[in-house]
């Protein structure tokens, strides 16, 4: 389980994120929702620790990460995707995928899992296609894919709809509800688009000003009126 308690962010003058407490459990997909500028990336960036938290704790299975560097935590199972997928464009999709691997020995990193292939048919496909060449869409599903091959016990997912034709979006859907299922891994998924967010949450989190405003169960989002509080 990830266990955020109490958790402040600074930058400049603004408090950026203000006592922030939930938790995310294995085998749910918990959605963060809110507009834009509410926190949400400066909230993952704290839990990956690209950025220190001002105050508070971050737990992952029951153990302190506050003060874990990046890598440590990738090492301790955390995956994330960032906003803007960030993939190798020169690089082919089979050679992302392997830099998924870089937390194992070398012997276990020559192999792309075959799982990932399951999950994502397209990357085998195009597997000796450069990550640059591929559509928005296709991108999405390789940054998934490299951090999945890490074996994560948590992943986290910064709005990976964003910008992405709808054929595409169902298919990255249908993939984090199967892993949900599988029962050995949490699911964070930061969102802005409300009907994704509400076809896949078991828990749902409301942001605004850098604090939670609201939370519940995912299949009680439209009679408490989530839409509202998240759509422009």
């Known amino acids: 389980m990830l266990k955020i308690d109490t958790l402040h962010q ?8 203000r006592g922030l407490s939930f938790e995310a459990k294995v085998g749910e997909v918990t959605c963060l929702l809110g507009r834009n500028g509410v926190g949400k990336t400066t909230l993952l960036r704290c839990l990956m620790g ?3 938290a001002r105050d508070g704790n971050i737990q992952w299975e029951g153990k302190p990460i506050t003060s874990l560097k990046p890598q440590q935590r990738v090492h301790a199972g955390i995956a994330y995707v960032p906003q803007g997928r960030e993939i190798f464009p020169r690089l082919t999709v089979e050679e992302n995928l392997l830099m ?34 591929l559509s928005g869409g296709q991108q999405q599903q390789l940054a998934i894919g490299r951090a999945l091959a890490s074996r994560p016990r948590l992943l986290i997912l910064d709005e990976p709809t964003e910008g992405i034709q709808p054929s595409v979006i169902k298919e990255i859907g249908a993939v984090i509800r199967r892993l949900a299922e599988r029962g050995d891994m949490a699911i964070l998924l930061v969102e802005q688009f409300y009907d994704f967010a509400e ?5 749902y989190l409301v942001m605004a000003r850098g604090e939670i405003i609201q939370r519940g169960r995912g299949e009680n989002m439209q009679a408490e009126g989530v839409r509202g509080l998240v759509t422009i």
Do not use: W
């Not at 600074?10 to 994120?17: A, D, N, R």
């Not at 070398?106 to 496909?125: K, M």
């Open 50 to 52: 690209l950025v220190p």
């Open 100 to 133: 998924g691997l870089s937390r194992f020995p070398a012997r276990e990193a020559r192999e792309v899992p075959p799982f990932i292939y399951e999950l994502f048919p397209v990357l085998e496909q195009m597997k000796q296609r450069r990550g640059g060449d």
């Open 199 to 203: 076809e896949l949450a078991d828990q």
């Open 10 to 17: 600074y930058y400049g003058g603004s408090h950026i994120l």
